[in-house]
T-cell receptor, first 112, second 116 residues
């Protein structure tokens, strides 16, 4: 089965950098996703990592270490609109490559 | 990206009634759609996998007779919450993926159900 751990809450200051960690255990590995979800809205896709290393996409970067079962999402130049939940997800086992299993999410609060 | 549309966005119903939520893929065909449920301040919990032309696959602990799923076409899946009770009040979100190799899911807008 899958097990995903990420911090429940984080706070940061506008303009700063924040790193949101995610550790996972899976029976097989088919990549790791990060989604952003604002309150009351559906999640939106941020990144997908399947190989080790850092993937940079504008202010957001995502890192993966398959040997450590570890990923992080790095948010730079934080803006107030970045206040949201950030969800780490991995595809679920034999039931379906595309069946995503989500972590509990990290609620990020950005303060002025 | 692909577009998934969900309807209604919110619904209020009386206890004991049934509510149907529709999920449509607007610009692609989806043989598989996924239904998630999210309680306040919690993450998305997968309820079931909706398969076009066949029975849905339910996750452990989800009552298939209470949450009826129909996937009659390649662009439409419906979730019916039967005999709804206040504890069924939640945010229901559907998702689908295109055939891309990444398996990225595209989500509908979500439907907020409140059972009085």
């Amino acid at each position: 089965g899958q097990n995903i751990d990420q911090p429940t809450e984080m706070t940061a200051t506008e303009g700063a950098i924040v790193q949101i960690n995610c550790t996972y255990q899976t029976s097989g590995f088919n990549g790791l996703f990060w989604y952003q979800q604002h309150a009351g809205e559906a999640p939106t896709f941020l990144s997908y990592n399947v190989l080790d290393g850092l993937e940079e996409k504008g202010r957001f970067s995502s890192f993966l270490s398959r040997s450590k079962g570890y990923s992080y999402l790095l948010l730079k130049e934080l803006q107030m609109k970045d206040s949201a939940s950030y969800l780490c997800a991995v595809p679920g086992g034999s039931g379906g490559y595309n069946k995503l299993i989500f972590g509990a999410g990290t609620r990020l609060a950005v303060h002025p | 990206g692909a577009v998934v549309s969900q309807h209604p966005s919110w619904v209020i119903c009386k206890s004991g009634t049934s509510v149907k939520i529709e999920c449509r893929s607007l610009d692609f065909q989806a043989t598989t759609m996924f239904w998630y449920r999210q309680f306040p301040k919690q993450s998305l919990m997968l309820m079931a996998t909706s398969n076009e032309g066949s029975k849905a696959t339910y996750e452990q602990g989800v009552e298939k007779d209470k949450f009826l799923i129909n996937h009659a076409s390649l662009t439409l899946s419906t979730l019916t919450v039967t005999s709804a009770h206040p504890e069924d009040s939640s945010f229901y979100i559907c998702s689908a993926n295109t055939d891309s190799s990444t398996g990225e899911l595209f989500f509908g807008e979500g439907s907020r159900l409140t059972v009085l």
